[in-house]
């Protein structure tokens, strides 16, 4: 056991070693801090954003998700990436353009941008605590699952974890800001995927072929090779369409759009989105088909919390130098997400919700500490009790809802006033949180679908509006 704590701490030194480094390429400026003078490569831009995109999310909560529901939870998977094939297709490339004209340096700023007035305070001050809410909630989800990781290996209490992910996120974050999150996202990406293929490799030497792994799956329950879930209330198609608007909701998460933002030219966004897809279809299969092997390896379903199946799966079956390895490739995944989640959160509290205290880099690294404490203290308050799955998803339903059909919207040089885009904010967080807690429907449709309609109505409905009084009026 000694040995695995040593693996897993040299691979966390060069995690911290790596983003401090990148203050020595980086600029003492706030603009830097924030979007890193958009001079990221972007192939280091996309693998980023594809390891912040995965997160704890997958090596915990898909994990733990598919070892519950079996292969039906492949539509996760594939409707997360159909949607977000669509914004590296048609929107990202715009947006790179439109928040380099307007001089953006966080999501909120260019929500909030108009032409005639330049940016509304109402607006990206609304768009900035919607950020702060969900994304350091969001952040927390990723302190946790390091220490659900931590309590199964070494017994070690679950905030535990929680202390070392964020002291380690807030030494590099502190060092270079979102430059020093990319750079080490990059490290970490290839961290995880190696140690995704190792489990996927050794769970497969153990079961056998896809053949005899959907053979074992059916015989301890049918369910678990059911290519959908039973008793949809709206069908198959609108439950799938839920997922691909999961992936459409990308365009709302402050923490993915900050990395296309800082990529150095527009012009190299087919090479980041091949890029991209290249490291995350491979992670996502490999993440869904490591779930389905452990619930084989792992069948004691009534005394077992599925989201602990990938640390326990690597702590019964591989040696101790892959199971430190494993444990850095988790961790890996979570700091990867929660670091870029905490300079979003940040960045929302210092330039968007109160800008006249972030005027400089320093005060901007204090509302960078207030938002590690905060996240730190929810998870350690929770002590493991937070599903990661539910956490991330919900999190993520309310920021692709409230600030995705924005996002979209003005990175096609649509105007919207005030009135308009405070009521599409507001109006997609009450449905995607109606939606799950008040009618209780997220097993048959993901809520996000519902959250964007609900926006891009009222976007829609302010225009036919607007053009009939124009009418009355001529």
């Known amino acids: 056991m000694n040995f695995v704590i040593i693996t897993f701490l040299m691979f966390l030194l060069m995690f911290v070693l790596i983003g401090v480094s990148s203050a020595l ?7 830097d801090y924030l979007i890193a003078s958009r001079d990221i490569h972007p192939w280091l831009g996309a693998i980023s954003a594809a390891a912040n995109n995965t997160s704890g999310y997958m090596f915990i909560g898909l994990i733990g998700f598919t070892y519950k529901f079996g292969i039906s939870s492949i539509w996760v998977t594939v409707g997360w990436i159909t949607g977000d094939y669509f914004l590296w297709r048609l929107m990202y490339k715009r947006m790179r353009e439109e928040t380099e004209k307007v001089k953006a340096n966080t999501v909120s700023s260019f929500i909030g941008y108009c032409q005639k007035t330049g940016v509304d305070p109402l607006i990206k001050a609304t768009a900035g605590i919607v950020t702060l809410i969900f994304l350091a909630t969001y952040a927390s989800a990723q302190l946790t699952a390091g220490g659900k990781a931590l309590h199964v290996l070494f017994d070690w209490n679950y905030s535990t974890g929680a202390i070392i992910g964020a002291t380690i996120v807030l030494i590099y974050c502190f060092s270079g800001g979102i430059r ?3 750079w080490t996202d990059a490290a970490q990406a290839t961290v995880m ?3 995704m293929g190792i489990l996927l490799i050794i769970s497969s030497v153990h079961v056998g072929s896809p053949v005899s792994l959907f053979s074992q799956l059916g015989d ?13 209330e709206f069908g198959i198609a609108l439950y799938v369409l839920g997922w691909i608007a999961a992936g459409v909701g990308v365009a709302g998460e402050p923490d993915m759009q900050i990395r296309i933002m800082s990529i150095s030219s527009p012009e190299l966004m087919k090479a980041g989105r091949r890029t991209y897809f ?5 992670f996502s299969v490999a993440s869904v088909l490591v779930g389905l092997y452990s619930r084989v390896l792992l069948p004691d379903v009534k005394t077992f919390d599925p989201e602990l199946a990938l640390p326990t799966l690597s702590m019964n079956m591989l040696p101790e130098a892959f199971v430190g390895l494993i444990l850095a490739g988790l961790f890996a995944a979570t700091m990867s997400t929660a670091d870029s989640q905490v300079l979003s959160s940040g960045a929302a509290l210092t330039q968007d919700i109160f800008p006249k205290l972030g ?6 690294k204090i509302g960078t500490l207030l938002i590690v404490t905060f996240a730190l203290s929810f998870a350690i308050f ?17 920021l692709g809802a409230s600030l995705g059909p924005l996002m979209i919207l003005r990175s096609f040089g649509k105007e919207i006033g005030r009135k308009t885009a405070i009521t599409m904010m507001i109006s997609g967080v009450l449905t995607v949180l109606l939606w799950r807690y008040h009618f209780k429907l997220f097993g048959s449709l993901y809520e996000i679908l519902p ?10 409905l302010s225009l036919l509006i607007n053009t009939l009084q124009g009418r009355r009026n001529t």
């Open 278 to 282: 290249a490291w995350y279809i491979p």
């Open 193 to 195: 995927i190696i140690s």
């Open 382 to 398: 929770a002590q493991g009790r937070q599903n990661v799955f539910e956490i991330v998803t919900m999190a993520w339903s309310g």
């Open 25 to 31: 390429k980086g600029r003492k400026t706030k603009e």
């Open 359 to 364: 005027k400089t880099r320093r005060n901007t």
């Open 220 to 232: 301890i329950d049918p369910k678990l090779v059911t290519l959908f879930p039973e008793r949809l």
């Open 180 to 182: 020093a999150s990319i």
């Open 451 to 460: 959250g964007l309609l609900v926006a891009f109505s009222i976007y829609y």
